[in-house]
């Protein structure tokens, strides 16, 4: 028998000690059920070419997939005397954008004022549970920004927002209407950082080398005219869309931003509640890391609906054996319905 725990039940359990959270897709999933329906953006993608090409290179990830089209591009050109090959690979290259401001805009609403107040408050009030630890993320579409930047302004509601960017060093010192409005990513500035994008999310960007994130400032855009203006000046979204664990990690390992973000998880101690995931192998790489912690800890895993389900009795399953693993470690489970996050009816 499976002892299931409301949230306040495990909120009382873990006490004054610091709370972390871990949000899955059923988070966005809760509040967008009819947009938010993909597993992976790239079965989004209808074009048979682009397909083939992914098939090809053995990967869902968009960023590396282009980057190895516009590598082969720099080097093709030098062998390359007809042109031919050369303009195969700028198509697809054409195409491959295009692809992928067409899967974004049809898995992700354009704009935050498609969020009600109601909704707003209602996540404010889940989040404030958390205020003293870190929150992660799976998810690349931004929800879980647009709510912690629906309050910046609000002192008495302003959210610990922290994500490790922020201007440039070198523009610390300048006026601000004179800065660039985009924001940076540099070593030591995740210090200080409370957000967590573990996979990486659609406003933070990569031109190769640096990492940026959109301002909140342009955020008023529709999402397809702000991924749009970025790929033209060929910064492609940093998120992680591969299928199994091994991909995932390997793809985390080459990336100085997202091997940060998971190596954080090593410090973390208290509580960690998850919420909105299905604990899928997919996402082992994440899981083993936060078991492998030495640190003391109790985890709280969220389950949504009958505990008999069988996506439930696989999480209950896993957990179980993770027990046994780790018996140091506390799991404790409780039913997701017991809080609504997004004040929904």
């Given at each position: 028998m ?11 359990i873990a ?9 899955g897709?059923?988070?966005s999933?809760?509040l ?10 790239a079965e989004n ?6 397909n ?13 997939v282009m980057?190895r089209?516009?590598e082969?591009?720099?080097i ?5 005397s007809?042109g ?6 700028h198509?697809?290259?054409?195409e491959?954008k ?11 609403p354009?704009?935050?004022?498609e969020?009600?107040?109601?909704q ?14 870190k929150?992660?993320?799976?998810n ?11 309050f ?6 302003k959210?610990?927002?922290s ?6 060093y ?13 924001l ?7 210090k200080t950082?409370?957000?967590?994008y ?7 960007f ?10 909140y ?8 005219q702000?991924v ?6 060929d ?8 299928g199994t664990?091994?991909h ?8 100085g ?6 190596s954080?998880?090593?410090s ?8 909105g ?8 790489h ?5 078991n492998?912690?030495?640190?003391k800890?109790n ?6 609906g009958?505990v ?15 027990k ?5 470690k ?5 039913q997701?319905?017991s ?7």
């Amino acid at each position: 028998m499976v002892n299931i725990k409301t949230f306040s039940e495990c909120i009382a359990i873990a006490g004054d000690a610091k709370k972390h959270l871990m949000l899955g897709n059923g988070f966005s999933v809760a509040l967008f059920p009819k947009i938010f329906n993909y597993k992976t953006l790239a079965e989004n993608i209808e074009s048979e070419r682009i397909n083939s090409l992914f098939d090809a290179i053995d990967t869902h990830d968009f960023e590396f997939v282009m980057r190895r089209l516009l590598e082969a591009s720099d080097i093709v050109k030098h062998y390359d005397s007809t042109g031919n090959i050369s303009a195969h690979i700028h198509e697809d290259i054409e195409e491959l954008k295009e692809t992928l401001i067409q899967v974004i805009s049809k898995s992700h609403p354009p704009n935050p004022s498609e969020i009600t107040d109601a909704q707003y408050n209602s996540c404010h009030g889940f989040l404030k549970n958390f205020d003293g630890g870190k929150i992660y993320t799976f998810n690349y579409d931004l929800i879980l920004y647009w709510v912690l930047m629906h309050f910046i302004d609000n002192p008495a509601l302003k959210l610990p927002c922290s994500d490790g960017f922020n201007y440039p060093y070198a523009d610390e010192f300048v006026a601000e209407e004179d800065r660039d409005t985009t924001l940076h990513w540099e070593i030591g500035r995740e210090k200080t950082q409370r957000i967590y994008y573990i996979h990486g999310a659609m406003h933070i960007f990569s031109d190769g080398s640096d990492i940026e994130k959109l301002s909140y400032k342009n955020i008023g855009l529709p999402l397809a005219q702000q991924v749009r203006n970025q790929i033209d000046q060929d910064n492609f979204p940093v998120f992680i869309s591969e299928g199994t664990t091994e991909h995932k990690l390997a793809r985390i390992k080459k990336n100085g931003y997202l091997s940060r973000m998971f190596s954080s998880l090593k410090s973390i101690s208290g509580n960690l509640f998850i919420f909105g995931h299905s604990i899928r192998d997919e996402d082992d790489h994440v899981f083993d890391f936060i078991n492998q912690n030495n640190r003391k800890i109790n985890i709280f895993i969220g389950l949504f609906g009958d505990v008999t389900d069988p996506h439930n009795v696989i999480i209950i399953n896993k957990v179980n054996s993770w027990k046994r693993e780790f018996p140091r470690k506390k799991f404790e489970f409780y039913q997701a319905s017991s809080l609504n996050v997004w004040n929904n009816s």
